[in-house]
């Protein structure tokens, strides 16, 4: 696609179930970030792919959370046991190479509303 | 590890005044710098770039100079318009392939 996508682009769900958030990064790009974003605030980093390479898991703020990717392709955010802290927006970016220099394209967003 | 600090906002201004947001920062090696832009109700979005010391990005009337000498890479414009009125953040990239770090945010607010 043009751009990177996400979905859903709301989810509202209940304490303590789990959510899976999806992220289509553009076409041959090989870097690959998500971020959450809480309201009013600014990007905290969770985590990090980079072609073949291990993940930079750092900024993963529990064992709740886990991410997938597929290859160079699609990537999956899982939250477990969601609690009403993780309610935010969860943003994912691609960029061609991950190099210095290189932009990061951000896809819309998923709100995530836990009740 | 790797830090952006950003002015504290709001900033409010009226129309065709001049902008300055602050940015500094704080990295081992030599980071590449960028400024995204969050209009109401859209994703971030690339406002320009500069990827060594004394380089200058500019792009919408926009602009930041890279100076390495004082870690630092403020925004500045010099007619802002009430379309230019969004949150702001300043963030940078080290040049061994990791994320891209972000300062906290300023919201920009223009009157007309």
């Known amino acids: 696609g043009a751009g990177v996508s996400q979905s859903p682009s709301n989810k509202v769900t209940e304490k303590g179930k789990d959510v899976e958030l999806r992220c289509d990064p553009i076409?041959?790009?090989?870097?690959l970030y998500w971020y959450r974003q809480r309201l009013g605030q600014g990007l905290e980093f969770l985590i990090y792919?980079?072609?073949?390479?291990?993940?930079?898991k750092s900024g993963l703020p529990s064992d709740r959370f886990s991410a997938e990717r597929t290859g160079e392709s699609v990537s999956t955010l899982t939250i477990q046991r969601t609690q009403q802290e993780d309610s935010a927006v969860y943003l994912c970016?691609?960029?061609?190479?991950?190099?210095?220099?290189?932009?990061?394209?951000f896809g819309q967003g998923t709100r995530l509303t836990v009740v | 590890g790797d830090s952006v600090t950003q002015m504290e906002g709001p900033v409010t201004l009226s129309e065709e005044a001049f902008l300055t947001i602050n940015c500094t920062y704080t990295?081992?090696?030599?980071?590449?710098l960028f400024w995204y832009v969050q209009y109401p109700g859209e994703g971030l979005q690339l406002l320009l770039k500069?990827?060594?010391?004394?380089d200058k990005g500019s792009n919408k009337g926009f602009e930041a100079t890279y100076r390495k000498e004082t870690t630092s890479f403020h925004l500045e414009k010099g007619s802002v318009q009430v379309s230019d009125s969004a949150v702001y953040f300043c963030?940078?990239?080290?040049?061994?392939?990791?994320?891209?770090?972000f300062g906290p945010g300023t919201r920009l607010s223009v009157l007309p």
């Open positions: 076409s041959g790009h090989t870097a």
């Open positions: 963030a940078l990239n080290d040049n061994y392939g990791q994320n891209f770090v």
């Open positions: 970016a691609s960029s061609l190479d991950g190099e210095g220099g290189t932009e990061a394209f």
């Open positions: 990295a081992t090696g030599y980071p590449s």
């Open positions: 500069a990827t060594k010391a004394d």
């Open positions: 792919f980079q072609g073949n390479s291990a993940p930079d």
